[in-house]
């Protein structure tokens, strides 16, 4: 039964429990992976975006440093003769312009001939008549109007590239030639730099890097290279696109195509990191300007974001988890002293329907007795009547059946009064509730007991408290009430000792207490929860019937009021009774218990 | 005096005999009657005093036996006789004319003691009826 109750108590814990755990998580968890979603994917987007639009820009800025140097040599091809062009003086002069103009981007001047020797030189590596015939850039640019090479080492050993013009005058072709400084070239890109790791570089076709060689990338080269230019192969021929490029530069239309920009990931093997990359193409798609970051630092604010409310669902949950936890407890605890009160009263209504219907059967069984009894009273009166005749002597017999007559007589009373208590404990209705001072009552009903008092040897001890509020209640039944209280505790009391009944009166909140004490034998422990149910008593038989506290535990009940009993064997017994005062008046009426008299 | 002329009306026959024996022994004139429609055939039949009546009967009950004699024959006693020891059916016996009531069960000297005075009141009342005719012969003489 108990293991039974704590599996239910349990089951209810629990589903309390996770009812609660999966309202509060479910929308928890759902925004959450809503918003982070879509908070992920904008971010990402936006983030993306700003670097594909800076890296744009950036591919546009170094295309028009390109294409400006290259400008700059096709008006000097241009603008100035052969003559002055092929003598190491005349070209040391326009170098010299050209570095003021540009602070230090030409390192050098050349005039080739077409043969690939040089046959002018200004600049400070001394090349002197350096033969290029068989240089890559040469042949490459001599089939072009103007030529920008990919970096190289070429014939000094340093990382450099070729800006080259062909040139027609009198009847021969050259090539002006001039090298632009790698290192100022390299600052172009090296200055975009963002976070920790994000970085730029530039790459060709061939997937040689055309600025400061970043070792640690040379596995993401062919990444790169397939997602830039699809398709071609290292063997394919850039130099027919490149060349369509300039052409159409040269005519003016600068070949400002939407740029092709594209952005995709990878990893990092050597880290195991996930690397963005963002790349846009260059110097007519020749190359690519790539910037790559590693994913954690570009995202950093959406991790660090992420991070946070990670954290605070965890500790959300463990909130949760905590309330869960106790209010199910709570809940519970809450249900199950309900249950516990709920069951008490079941207790009790099941008391007082015991004792109702006790209280019916006990008035029809006295009901049902009275008659027989009646007339067996009747007939020994009539048996009495006739022995009065004179035909009967008075004999001994007679004598002795008079005896029993009178006995029969006095044993109907008995069972007369049984039977006027069991009806008048069950009874139900007494109309007349009238408002009693009770301490006028408590005076009445001591003078009627002074007798019986004085005759066991007890003396009453009064402490009434004055100006008590009236109690709504039927006289009679109160006097009943008193009278009963005062007989039992001077029942209690052994007549050769004597003692004290006190009787005292107070106030106690909205209720009129009357303590009726005695100095008593005292109830033991086992009789005391028993002392109110009919036919319960400890007198000796034919001195009590069991009835009087449970009549004064109806009529104490009828009036919505309490009694409750203290005793300790051998000290004594308290019976206090608590009669609810009517509202607020504090007056008693004239004609109040005081002069009602007769039980 | 004459013999006050009782009628006592309970359903239990032992006891309305008992009763009857040892009231004739102390000089009352009594009849029995063992229910309502009894004791009011009885009470149509002759003149009776006072009438004694158990409350609780089968069939016509006692309030209603009362109701019924107090309507034919207003100046006779009833003293109603209950075995309930509550207020309310002796109140309610007392408001439809009843003399007064006992408790079942009494003692005949009780029941003595209340048939004579209601007797005594019957008596009373009757006397009055006589001197107020007599006033209003000696007032009609006078016209």
């Not at chain 1, 850039?137 to 062909?166: E, K, M, N, T």
Request: overall charge neutral; hydrophobic content about 45%.
């Amino acid at each position: 039964m108990a293991v039974d109750r704590q599996r239910y108590y349990q089951g209810i814990k629990q589903t309390i429990f996770f009812l609660i755990i999966l309202v509060s998580f479910t929308p928890l968890l759902g925004m959450m992976a809503v918003m982070g979603y879509e908070f992920h994917t904008a971010y990402r987007e936006k983030t993306l975006a700003y670097l594909e639009q800076l890296v744009e820009k950036q591919a546009q800025g170094i295309d028009s440093f390109l294409e400006e140097k290259l400008a700059d040599i096709q008006v000097l091809a241009a603008v100035l003769s052969y003559r002055e062009l092929s003598s190491d003086a005349g070209l040391q002069k326009v170098l010299q312009t050209l570095q003021e103009q540009h602070t230090g981007v030409f390192v050098d001047l050349g005039l080739v001939d077409s043969d690939g020797l040089q046959e002018a030189y200004a600049g400070s590596f001394k090349l002197g008549r350096a033969n290029y015939a068989q240089a890559p850039w040469f042949i490459q640019a001599s089939r072009q109007p103007a030529f920008i090479s990919d970096v190289f080492l070429g014939l000094r050993g340093l990382p450099h590239f070729i800006v080259a013009v062909r040139g027609r005058s009198e009847n021969r072709t050259w090539l002006l030639r001039s090298t632009i400084d790698f290192v100022a070239f390299n600052l172009l890109v090296e200055k975009i730099r963002m976070g920790s790791t994000g970085r730029a570089f530039i790459i060709n076709r061939e997937g040689e890097f055309q600025t400061q060689a970043l070792d640690d990338l040379s596995d993401a080269v062919p990444l790169i290279l397939n997602t830039m230019w699809p398709g071609s192969t290292k063997s394919g021929s850039p130099d027919v696109e490149g060349s369509r490029n300039l052409v159409a530069m040269r005519d003016g239309q600068r070949p400002r195509q939407a740029a092709v920009v594209r952005t995709f990931t990878g990893s990092d093997p050597a880290r195991g990191e996930k690397v963005i990359y963002v790349a846009a193409l260059l110097k007519g798609g020749d190359w690519a300007l790539v910037y790559q970051q590693n994913e954690a630092d570009a995202f950093a604010n959406l991790y660090r974001a992420r991070n946070i409310s990670i954290l605070v669902l965890l500790l959300g949950g463990v909130a949760i988890l905590a309330m869960a936890i106790l209010l199910s407890r709570r809940m519970v605890r809450r249900i199950s002293s309900g249950d516990q009160e709920k069951e008490m009263m079941n207790e009790k209504v099941i008391e007082a329907g015991k004792l109702a219907s006790l209280g019916e059967l006990a008035a029809g069984i006295a009901h049902e007795i009275n008659n027989p009894v009646a007339i067996m009273v009747e007939e020994s009166g009539w048996i009495g009547d006739l022995l009065e005749e004179s035909e009967f002597a008075d004999s001994e017999n007679v004598r002795e059946i008079k005896r029993a007559l009178s006995q029969i007589r006095t044993q109907g009373k008995r069972c007369k009064q049984i039977t006027h208590k069991l009806l008048s404990f069950a009874r139900k209705t007494d109309p007349v509730e009238k408002h009693l001072d009770v301490n006028a009552l408590i005076t009445e009903v001591i003078e009627l007991s002074e007798q019986h008092a004085r005759f066991s040897n007890v003396k009453f001890n009064l402490d009434l408290a004055p100006g008590l509020p009236a109690v709504l209640a039927s006289p009679s039944e109160m006097q009943q009430v008193v009278l009963n209280l005062i007989n039992n505790a001077i029942d209690a009391i052994d007549q050769k000792e004597g003692g004290v009944v006190g009787l005292t009166t107070r106030i106690e909140g909205n209720e009129v207490v009357v303590d009726i004490s005695d100095t008593g034998s005292g109830i033991p422990e086992a009789n005391l929860k028993r002392v109110f149910d009919p036919f319960f008593t400890t007198k000796p038989v034919g001195k009590g019937t069991g009835l009087g506290l449970s009549i004064v535990y109806g009529i104490i009940k009828k009036l919505n009021g309490r009694i409750t009993v203290q005793s300790a064997v051998g000290v004594g017994t308290t019976f206090h009774l608590h009669l609810p005062a009517t509202g607020g008046e504090r007056k008693v009426p004239e004609n109040g218990a005081g002069t009602e008299t007769g039980l | 005096m004459a013999k006050a002329r009782v009628l006592l009306v309970d359903d239990e026959e032992p006891f309305v005999a008992t009763m009857q024996k040892r009231m004739a022994k102390r000089d009352l004139a009594v009849e029995g009657a063992h229910s309502g429609r009894d004791a009011l055939a009885a009470l149509d039949r002759g003149a009776f005093d006072v009438v004694i009546l158990d409350v609780k009967m089968p069939g016509m009950d006692g309030i209603e036996t009362l109701r019924e004699i107090k309507a034919r024959h207003p100046l006779v006693e009833v003293i109603m006789l209950t075995g309930h020891a509550t207020v309310q059916s002796a109140i309610d016996g007392m408001k439809l004319g009843a003399f007064d009531y006992l408790m079942k069960p009494s003692e005949l000297e009780e029941i003595l003691a209340k048939v004579n005075e209601a007797v005594a009141k019957k008596s009373g009342h009757e006397q009055k009826i006589a001197e107020a005719r007599a006033k209003n012969i000696v007032l009609r003489r006078g016209d």
